[in-house]
């Protein structure tokens, strides 16, 4: 069965947050899937960190949806309350096998009522915000919280950890593992300033 999966974009998400996710879905896509990037319209965003770009499709013109990933950054702020957006990602969610987020797209979620009554986690400097003003579980020094489809990954880098995960469900394990060696990704935390 093919997979399409749909990132959403809009000013101010954290670059990260969308292109790490990226990145492990289209080197795991398998022949008929797909990785769209969608926004509210298909003119350019402009991500937190200056980084422009032109997404696949508006809302109006957006495929169905397998996977919904919605990222984070500042700009989640301000979309919180905005109907449009909340409403899109509420109806898209609904036929969705998967609904992911990544760092502070968990506000989205919540706001468009998604995680009511569900763990999840977000990044570690919102988490405090998030356990105060909602009604979730929301869990700290995870990388990623699974609570029946839906998925939610802490800040940044946490969103290629969920997103190799995610390919594990998609597909196998194995061809996630085999993603993760394409792209390198072999993490050794702490950080070492002298080498």
Same mark, same amino acid.
Request: hydrophobic residues 45%; aromatic residues 8%.
């Given at each position: 069965?093919?997979?399409?999966?749909?990132?959403?974009?809009?000013?101010?998400?954290?670059?990260?947050?969308?292109?790490?996710?990226?990145?492990?879905?289209?080197?795991?896509?398998?022949?008929?899937?797909?990785?769209?990037?969608?926004?509210?319209?298909?003119?350019?965003?402009?991500?937190?960190?200056? &980084?422009? $770009?032109?997404?696949?499709?508006?809302?109006?013109?957006?495929?169905?949806?397998?996977?919904?990933? $919605?990222?984070?950054?500042?700009?989640?702020?301000?979309?919180?309350?905005?109907?449009?957006? &909340?409403?899109?990602?509420?109806?898209?969610?609904?036929?969705?096998?998967?609904?992911?987020?990544?760092?502070?797209?968990?506000?989205?979620?919540?706001?468009?009522?998604?995680?009511?009554?569900?763990?999840?986690?977000?990044?570690?400097?919102?988490?405090?915000?998030?356990?105060?003003?909602?009604?979730?579980?929301? &869990?700290?020094?995870?990388?990623?919280?699974?609570?029946?489809?839906?998925?939610?990954?802490?800040?940044?880098?946490?969103?290629?950890?969920?997103?190799?995960?995610?390919?594990?469900?998609?597909?196998?394990?194995?061809?996630?593992?085999?993603?993760?060696?394409?792209?390198?990704?072999?993490?050794?935390?702490?950080?070492?300033?002298? $080498?």
């Amino acid at each position: 069965m093919p997979f399409t999966t749909g990132i959403l974009l809009f000013d101010g998400v954290e670059e990260l947050d969308f292109a790490g996710p990226y990145e492990v879905l289209t080197i795991a896509k398998k022949e008929g899937d797909s990785v769209v990037t969608i926004a509210a319209t298909a003119d350019p965003i402009t991500g937190f960190n200056g &980084l422009k $770009v032109v997404p696949d499709h508006g809302f109006d013109d957006a495929p169905a949806l397998d996977v919904l990933l $919605v990222p984070g950054g500042m700009g989640t702020r301000p979309l919180a309350t905005d109907a449009t957006t &909340l409403d899109w990602i509420k109806t898209v969610a609904a036929g969705c096998t998967w609904v992911t987020s990544v760092c502070t797209g968990a506000i989205l979620l919540h706001a468009a009522g998604l995680l009511a009554g569900k763990q999840c986690t977000t990044h570690w400097g919102y988490i405090p915000t998030m356990k105060e003003e909602s009604d979730v579980t929301v &869990l700290e020094d995870v990388r990623y919280v699974r609570d029946g489809n839906v998925v939610t990954a802490a800040g940044v880098s946490a969103g290629i950890d969920m997103s190799l995960w995610l390919v594990g469900q998609m597909y196998d394990v194995q061809h996630a593992r085999d993603v993760q060696l394409m792209i390198e990704y072999n993490p050794a935390p702490p950080y070492a300033a002298i $080498v």
